[in-house]
C-alpha cells in the first residue's frame, strides 16, 4: 500500500566536519511479491507478509589523509546498530501446468500450480557494533554482532517443492557464473592491444603510388659478454672454492648445552595453548523458536513432522591457524536443540490435499 522512509540529521551543519549521525527507518504494509526467474514464467516464487519494519543508525567519521599532498577527508561510515522485523510471511512456490494435448489456450500465460513451501510467525534481525576502543577479545562472552530470531516457523518439503527449489538454484548459480564469464577481467583477452596493431592507413605520394615501407634500422652488434660463472671460476673466487671444498672433508666437532629445561618448558606452553579459549568473537546467533518442518515422499501417502522448542546455530570466529606452510582463517559452527520431536500421521487418504488439510501442532 505504501512505504515510509525518513532520515534524520542530529548535528548541526557547523559540524559537518567532524561527523554526521543519520537516523533511517523504513516501514512496508502489506507487500507481494512475484518472481519469475525467466520471461517464460515456468517456474517462480510468491512472497506475501503484512509488515516489514527497519531502524538504523550510521556515523560517519571524516578521516585526515597524511601523505604529504593535499587530499580531502575520507570518509568512513560505521554502523551504530541495525534492528529489522518481518511479521506474518509467507512463500509459496509456483511452477506452471503442462500444457493438455487438444485444448486451446485463451490466454498466453499458461496455468500455474501454486505449493506451500515456508511461513513464519515473526522474523527480527539485530546488528551490533563494537565501541571503539573495545579490543575483540572482550567481545567473546557479550552478545554476538549478528542476531537473527524467527518465530513459528512451518516448512514443508515434498516433491514438487524440490523440483521448484533446486531449479531455482540451479537458475541463480548460472546467472552467476555467466556473469562471472562475461565480466572485464574474463574480455582482457578478447582485446587487441592498441601498440601491436599494424597501421591501416599507408603514405601515398601524389603521383597515387604507393610508397614502399622504409626498411627496419640493422640491429646494433651485441658484445659478448663474460657469464657470472666465468667470473667466479678465474681469479679470487676459484681459490676460495677450493678452500671451501677442502674444509667440507674435515669432521667438525661441535659442542652443544644441556636444553632439556627449554624443551618441556614448550611442551607446558603447547599444552597451555590447546586448553585456552582462541575464540575472538561471536559472530552470527541463529535461533528457531516453535519450529515445524513438514517431510513427505512418494513411497507412502502420509507425512512426517519435525518440531523443537528451540534451535540454536552460534557461528564463532577464531585467530588464524597455520596450515601448510600458510596462515588461514579458522570458523566454527555449534548448534543446540532442545525439546525435538516427530509425528507422522496415521491413515492418511488416499485424496486428501496436503496444502489444505496439514495439521500442524499447537502451541500451548
Known sequence: DGAVVTAQRNLPRSQVVEGRTIHLSLAL??????????FAMQRGLELTGQRISSSSEHTLTLVPVDDGLKHRPRPEWAIVYMTCELNDAEVWLKSALPEESGKETLSLRQPVEKCYCL????????????????????????????RLVVHHLKGAWTMSNREVAFALFDSFMKTKELKKNLSTEALKGFRGDTTTTPLK?????????VTPPAPPPPAPAIQATPSPMTKLQSGQA???????????ENKNVVFSDDLSTHTREQQLQGLAACHEDDVVHKNWLIALVNSQVLLKGIETKGYVILSAAKAEILQRVHRPVWKDRTLVSKTTWVGSLECMQYYATVSAGENDSLDENIMWLNVE
Not at 29 to 38: A, E, N, T, V
Not at 120 to 142: F, I, M, N
Open 201 to 209: 592507413s599507408r603514405n601515398r605520394n601524389t603521383g597515387g603510388q
Open 29 to 38: 504494509h502489506r507487500f507481494h511479491i512475484h518472481y519469475w526467474m525467466s
Open 238 to 248: 676459484a681459490t676460495m672454492l677450493q678452500q671451501l671444498i677442502a674444509e667440507a
Open 119 to 146: 511461513s513464519v510467525g515473526k522474523v527480527s534481525y539485530g546488528r551490533e557494533a563494537s565501541p571503539l576502543g573495545v579490543k575483540c577479545r572482550g567481545l567473546t562472552e557479550g552478545n554476538p554482532t549478528h
